[in-house]
């Protein structure tokens, strides 16, 4: 018979359950983890499976930071006993060590508050986590903007902005509604200073300083009917207001004078909904969203996949593509937006990120990342990376971002904003940092 054979796995036991238990026993209290989960896998494939055999081998992974393998372990253990309060304990810190938290707040609605009350009691907690971010960005486009001045033929009406410099802070918080129900509220303003040239009519226009003001709310609602499964639908809307003006005399250093010509205000709004999956090594999601952004009217379609080959957060590779389609009244335009993502460890307190995001693209909402580009103005090859500090016993996290992008200004025309004119290329850079609180 198959299981009455002798095998150097074993050590010459005859492989039983009963050979599989003292074996992996012992390795379990010599700390020999490899060789444990080498054992494990062998009797497993054998079709010996039993409580303590997942135990041992899901703390073995535990220790090895392997904690999204552990997680099988411990979910096939408490299969044998669900009551198991070292299970659910290890299962729990697993989910929230492996970047799952939404999974351990659902999970921790099985577990008792009084045979687990130290780990329990943090999921008791209505409000989550809270943070706040602040982002300064500043563009090389005086050249840029006199070439406008002096090159510029539009006979149509139109407009052509370039980005000088924009602040922009953000504060969020977030709270639970019972256990499968997080929700993210996410606030900002920017405050951004702009280059621009209109046509309107006979009437020209030039405004080396137009300020714009845009206040943003986004709403984001993480839903989790059964672990693993994310439905996350989101809410972004903005309403910006900027005065049009008009400088005579141009060009910095200069005297002239400045006209108030209008001031424009409209309100925007982009939603969308992700559901997404979580097995061992992999996590794979789509998205759909609508939106008005610019009076245009977008949808969009997304894939979504991320990738753990350790098992873990010490590395992962994240890959976001998106089918953007936009509408102006009768006239349609397609684009195709994809980004990618490394992050790794460095070290106990430091995790890296860098990002890149290709082609061009506006008007769009990066699901990922929860960020919504509102602008005419397309922004291209946009990289950034990311420094991740977590401290105070991981309830607290420092994070600093650094950045550039090609932006690629055009004269926009009334009538078809995606016919594009007299377009030109200049970089923008970006500095954010923040705090993010977890309660």
Known sequence: MLLCYSTSVFSQD????????????????????????????????????FFYLRMRMGYALYIQGKYRSAIYHYQHALLFAPNDIDAQALLMQCYAYSGRGNDALKFSSHISVKGLPQYVKSYHKVLLSTNVFYTYNTSESSSVQQQIVEGQQATEDGVQKVSNSFTLPQFGVSHRIGKSIVVNHQFAYLQKSEFVYGVHGDYIYTSYNQPLEQFGYDLKVAVTPVVGLQIIPSFYYIYASLPIYDDQGYGKGKEGTRQKVTTYANSYYFGSVLAQYDWRWLKAGVSYGIGNLNSMNQSQIGLHATIYPFSNLNLYYSFDGYHQYQTYQSINSQAQVQKHLLGFKVFSHLWMEATATFPVHSNFHDVSADVVYNGIEGVDKEYNVRAIVPMCNNHLSFVLNAGYYQAKTSFVLKTNPFDCQNTYTYTNYNLSGGLIWKL
């Open 14 to 49: 005859v492989v039983s359950q009963e050979s599989v238990d003292i074996r992996t026993y012992e390795l379990y209290q010599k700390g020999e983890w490899s060789t444990l989960l080498k054992q494990g896998n062998k009797a497993l494939d054998l079709g010996i499976d």
